[in-house]
C-alpha cells in the first residue's frame, strides 16, 4: 500500500488537486499597497464591543488603502451556531457602517470571486487539502481513543514532561500506511493529524504589526487538522481559508497570537505565502474596584453594542471613539480637527496598544456629546425622534406634534462657537427639555430655598408679566426689564454695585431671574432664559406663573 492508496481510501470522492484550486483562485490583481483583509466571526448572533473593533480596524485598513474587506463566516463548531445569527452580525456591522466588499452580504447571499465565505460550504475544498497532505506525508490519520490520549498526558504529568501529542508520544505517527489502511478499511474512528516538522528546541519568530517580533519555541505537536466527523478544526481551515481568498493582512485578536507557530508550519507545509499578521489587544475595563480587567459580554452592558442603541449615542459618535482606541493619535487628531471625519484620519498599526485598549465609557459619553453639539437642530430632531419612536413613544407623539417649537428649542445656544451640551446622548434629551411642554409641566412645585416667600414670589410674578414682559423685546431691552423689575423690590440691578454693598439689598438681579426661571422651568438651572420665555409666549408664561405652588 502507499500514502496514495490510503489517500484515495480516506478521500475517495476527491478529484481536484491543489494546483487546481490555486487555480480557480488566482491571486489578486492589486498592487502590494492594497491589503485585503477580513472578519471572521462565528455566527453566534452577537457581535460585542471587542468583535466591532476589530472588524471595524478590518474595514478601516481596508477602505485606507483601497484594498479589500471581506466577511467570512466560520461556523465549524456547530454548537455556536443560532438561528439567524448571520444576519445578526451583518445587521450590527451595516449600523456602523461596516459593509464588506465582498464575502457574506445576508443569510443567504455571498459576492465575491473567492468563496464559497461560509466554511461549512467549503468541505471539498478542505478535503482536497486534507488528502494532498495525507498523500505527501505531512498528515496521518490517528485512531486514538479518548482513554489512550489520557494515558498520554498522565504518562507525561508522571514524568513531569511536557503535554501534548508529539514525537515519541505520539503514537499514530510511525504507524504503518498498511495498518492505516487497515483499520481504515474495518470503519475505526479517526482523526486527521498534522505531522510536525518543527523542533520544540528552535525557535520561530512571528513579526506581528502591532506587537513586533514574538518569539516561541517551534510548533512541534501534532495537532488534529481535521475531526472524525470529517470537520476541519480552527487552525487548518483558517489558512486554507487566508490563503484562497488571498488575504494579505490576518487581524485578529490577542487570543490566537500563541496558535501562529501552528499556523506559519502549515502555511510553510502547504507551501502558501505566508500573511501578515496584527494580533489586537484585548478590550479591557477598569472595574468599579479599581482593577483592569477584560470587559466582559457578560458583566458589563458597555460591552453590548444594543445598549448604544437603547442609550441613543449616535451611532458616529461611537465610531469616532473606536478609532480612538484603535490608535492612540486619534485623539490628537480629532482635537486639532473637531469637525474631521475617521475617513480624513489614516490607520496606522504602529499605534495600536498591544497592551490592550482601555474601554472608557465616559470618554464615549464626551465624544457623543461633542458630537450632538454640532448637530443642527433638526437633525437633533430627526434623531431625538427616531429614538423616542422606538423607546419613548409619548414623547415621540409630543416630537411630532410640536415639530417647529421643538426644533427651536433644540436650537437654543446651537448656532454658536461654543454651542451648548446638554445632551449626551439622544435618550437624556427629555430629561433637558421636559419642561418645555405643557403636557410633562403639571402639577409642578416652586423649589428654591433662596427667595421662598409664597406671597413676595407671586407679587414678582405677578408685575413682571403684567409691567414688564413682552414678546417683542429684544435681549437688552428684555434684561433691563428684568433689572428695573428688580430694583422696584429692593434686589439690585447692577452685580458689581451689589459685591460692593450687599447689605444694601434683599438680593441682586440674578435671583429674581432665578425666580422666573424656577417658575417657567422648575429648575434653577437652563438655557437661555429669553429664548426659553420666547418659545413659551406669553399666555403659557402667565398660566405657570398663576399655577404655580
Ligand atoms: N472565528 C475566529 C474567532 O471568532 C476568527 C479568528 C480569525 O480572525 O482568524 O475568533
Not at 484515495?8 to 494546483?19: A, G, K, Q, S, W
Not at 510536525?196 to 506587537?211: A, H, T
Not at 472524525?228 to 487570543?255: N, W
Amino acid at each position: 500500500m502507499t500514502r496514495k492508496d490510503l489517500a484515495n481510501l480516506m478521500f475517495p470522492n476527491v478529484t481536484e488537486t491543489i494546483y487546481d484550486l490555486e487555480k480557480k483562485y488566482p491571486k489578486r490583481k492589486l498592487d502590494d499597497s492594497q491589503i485585503v483583509t477580513r472578519y471572521a466571526p462565528s455566527p453566534t448572533g452577537f457581535i460585542h464591543m471587542g468583535n466591532l473593533l476589530s472588524a471595524f480596524i478590518a474595514n478601516k485598513v481596508a477602505k485606507d488603502t483601497n484594498g479589500i474587506f471581506y466577511l467570512r463566516i466560520e461556523d465549524t463548531d456547530n454548537k455556536r451556531k443560532v438561528e439567524n445569527g448571520i444576519s445578526k452580525i451583518i445587521d450590527d456591522l451595516a449600523n456602523f457602517s461596516i459593509v464588506p466588499d465582498e464575502g457574506v452580504m445576508s443569510e443567504d447571499s455571498q459576492k465575491g470571486e473567492y468563496g464559497p465565505y461560509i466554511q461549512s460550504e467549503r468541505q471539498e475544498i478542505y478535503n482536497v487539502y486534507a488528502k494532498y497532505m495525507i498523500e505527501n506525508d505531512l498528515a496521518y490519520p490517528c485512531f486514538c481513543t479518548e482513554t489512550d490520549l489520557e494515558n498520554i498526558r498522565s504518562n507525561q504529568e508522571a514524568k513531569k514532561e511536557r503535554i501534548g501529542y508529539y514525537s515519541k508520544y505520539a503514537t499514530c505517527r510511525n504507524m504503518s500506511v498498511d495498518e492505516a489502511y487497515r483499520r481504515i478499511e474495518n470503519k475505526e474512528k479517526y482523526v486527521i493529524r498534522l505531522k510536525s516538522v518543527g523542533d520544540f528546541e528552535k525557535r520561530v519568530v512571528v513579526n506581528d504589526l502591532v506587537r513586533g517580533k514574538v518569539i516561541f519555541p517551534e510548533n512541534d505537536i501534532d495537532h488534529v487538522l481535521v475531526k472524525s466527523d470529517g470537520i476541519p478544526v480552527y487552525h487548518f481551515a483558517h489558512v486554507i481559508d487566508d490563503h484562497l481568498m488571498r488575504t494579505t493582512h490576518i487581524l485578529r485578536g490577542e487570543e490566537w497570537l500563541s496558535s501562529v507557530p501552528l499556523h506559519l508550519q502549515l502555511f510553510l507545509m502547504l507551501g502558501f505565502e505566508v500573511p501578515k499578521y496584527a494580533h489586537l489587544g484585548l478590550v479591557m475595563k477598569i472595574d468599579e474596584n479599581g482593577v483592569r480587567r477584560k470587559l466582559s459580554k457578560r458583566k458589563d452592558k458597555e460591552a453590548a453594542i444594543s445598549f448604544y442603541h437603547e442609550k441613543g449615542v449616535p451611532i458616529e459618535a461611537v465610531k469616532l471613539y473606536l478609532m480612538t482606541i484603535a490608535n492612540s493619535n486619534f485623539e490628537a487628531f480629532l482635537d486639532a480637527n473637531p469637525t474631521a471625519k475617521i475617513e480624513d484620519f489614516k490607520f496606522d498599526f504602529k499605534k495600536v496598544s498591544a497592551s490592550g485598549t482601555l474601554f472608557d465609557l465616559d470618554k464615549l459619553i464626551n465624544i457623543s456629546r461633542n458630537y450632538i453639539s454640532r448637530l443642527t437642530a433638526l437633525e437633533v430632531y430627526n434623531y431625538a425622534l427616531k429614538w423616542a419612536l422606538e423607546f419613548d413613544k409619548e414623547f415621540a407623539s409630543l416630537l411630532e406634534k410640536y415639530k417647529d417649537y421643538s426644533i427651536s428649542i433644540f436650537n437654543i445656544e446651537r448656532n454658536q462657537k461654543k454651542p451648548r451640551k446638554d445632551y449626551d446622548t439622544f435618550s437624556s434629551i427629555k430629561s433637558h427639555i421636559w419642561y418645555m411642554y405643557d403636557e410633562y409641566f403639571t402639577d409642578l412645585e416652586y423649589n428654591w430655598a433662596k427667595i421662598n416667600d409664597k406671597k413676595e414670589i407671586s407679587e414678582i410674578l405677578d408685575s413682571y408679566i403684567n409691567n414688564y414682559y413682552d414678546i417683542e423685546d429684544d435681549k437688552d431691552t428684555w434684561f433691563n426689564k428684568i433689572k428695573e423689575l428688580a430694583s422696584s423690590f429692593g434686589y439690585c440691578p447692577d452685580m458689581k454695585e451689589y459685591k460692593l454693598n450687599p447689605d444694601n439689598y434683599k438680593g441682586n438681579v440674578s435671583d429674581i431671574a432665578t425666580v422666573i426661571r424656577v417658575a417657567v422651568t422648575t429648575s434653577t438651572m437652563s438655557p437661555d432664559l429669553y429664548e426659553i420665555l420666547k418659545l413659551l409666549g406669553t399666555d403659557r408664561i402667565k398660566n405657570r406663573f398663576i399655577n404655580i405652588k
